[in-house]
Structures are given as structure tokens and as C-alpha cells.
């Protein structure tokens, strides 16, 4: 037994996210912020889907190690439709076109990391938007529990 949100994803999602808000804040470079903003919206979303399991090493104290997520991939629109069908009912209806703006920032990521040699431009408002709505509404969403049959 495990629940979703995945709190050891989620946690690191919100601490990329948190540092693109820093870096924004600061004036920083468009592309490190939107690096990071794609990275926690892909880290959300998988946070919804990706379970763990849980080992009693001792004194009350379990080691959580990854179940699923390896070969996972990186596609946005892939994680939401992984999700809990609860949970991406709950984010839809706070953003119905969340689909189509998670599309637009497919490879937005691996795009921006050579911006400089092909010239094309970010989408940096999508990422903030996305970004900014998927922090606030993960937090209140429920934990669900989802039962992990051993094979």
C-alpha cells in the first residue's frame, strides 16, 4: 500500500520550483527559470502516478525506495494521463485546457537547454502559469491510497 501524491516527488518538485521563483525574482537568465519551471511541472505530475515502496529497516523507520518511474519517459500529457483519475479531475477542472498547455510544453525542456544555437523562443509565461497552478493545487489535493499488487 502506497499514496499518491508521491510526497518524496512532490517534495522535489516544489524545491525546483521554488528555485525558479528565486532565480526570477532575482532577474536571473530566462532559461536556467524555465528549466526549472519544466522540470517541477514534470516532477508534479509524476508525483501523481509514481509510487513507492516501503522497507522496515528498523526502530520504526522505513526506507522508501521507487516501485515504478524507471523508463518512465518524460512526457507531460503522458504523466497527467497516469494520474489517479481523482486527481487529474480535480487539476482539469481548476485548468481545463491543462491538456493543451502541458502539449505546448512538451520538450520545452530539452529545447531550452540549446536555445542559443537554434534561435526559437520559450513559451516562459506557460511555464510560470503551469508551473504556479500545478504548486498551489498539488498541495491541497487529497493522498490517496493505491494498493501495489506484488508480481
Same mark, same amino acid.
Given at each position: 500500500?502506497?499514496? +499518491?501524491?508521491? #510526497?518524496? &516527488?512532490?517534495?522535489? $518538485?516544489?524545491?525546483?520550483?521554488?528555485?525558479?521563483?528565486?532565480?526570477?525574482? $532575482?532577474?536571473?537568465?530566462? &532559461?536556467? &527559470?524555465?528549466? #526549472?519551471?519544466?522540470? $517541477?511541472?514534470? +516532477?508534479?505530475? !509524476?508525483? +501523481?502516478? =509514481?509510487?513507492?515502496?516501503?522497507?522496515? &529497516?528498523?526502530?520504526?523507520?522505513?526506507?522508501?525506495?521507487?516501485?515504478?518511474?524507471?523508463?518512465?519517459?518524460?512526457? =507531460?500529457?503522458?504523466?497527467?494521463? !497516469? $494520474?489517479? /483519475?481523482?486527481?487529474?479531475?480535480?487539476?482539469?477542472?481548476?485548468?481545463?485546457?491543462?491538456?493543451?498547455?502541458?502539449?505546448?510544453?512538451?520538450?520545452?525542456? /530539452? !529545447?531550452?537547454?540549446? =536555445?542559443?544555437?537554434?534561435?526559437?523562443?520559450?513559451?516562459?509565461?506557460?511555464?510560470?502559469?503551469?508551473?504556479?497552478?500545478?504548486?498551489?493545487?498539488?498541495? !491541497?489535493?487529497?493522498? #490517496?491510497?493505491?494498493?501495489?499488487?506484488?508480481?
Amino acid at each position: 500500500m502506497t499514496a +499518491l501524491p508521491n #510526497l518524496q &516527488i512532490l517534495d522535489l $518538485a516544489y524545491s525546483y520550483y521554488e528555485a525558479a521563483e528565486v532565480l526570477a525574482n $532575482a532577474g536571473a537568465n530566462a &532559461i536556467p &527559470i524555465v528549466n #526549472l519551471r519544466c522540470h $517541477a511541472i514534470e +516532477l508534479f505530475l !509524476k508525483s +501523481l502516478h =509514481l509510487t513507492d515502496v516501503a522497507t522496515d &529497516i528498523g526502530d520504526e523507520v522505513f526506507l522508501l525506495r521507487p516501485r515504478s518511474g524507471r523508463n518512465d519517459g518524460h512526457g =507531460l500529457v503522458n504523466s497527467l494521463n !497516469k $494520474a489517479l /483519475q481523482e486527481h487529474r479531475a480535480e487539476l482539469l477542472s481548476g485548468m481545463p485546457d491543462l491538456t493543451n498547455e502541458l502539449t505546448y510544453l512538451e520538450g520545452v525542456f /530539452q !529545447k531550452s537547454r540549446y =536555445l542559443y544555437e537554434n534561435g526559437d523562443s520559450l513559451p516562459l509565461s506557460k511555464a510560470s502559469c503551469v508551473s504556479s497552478f500545478l504548486a498551489e493545487r498539488l498541495n !491541497k489535493l487529497p493522498r #490517496l491510497a493505491v494498493c501495489i499488487h506484488r508480481t
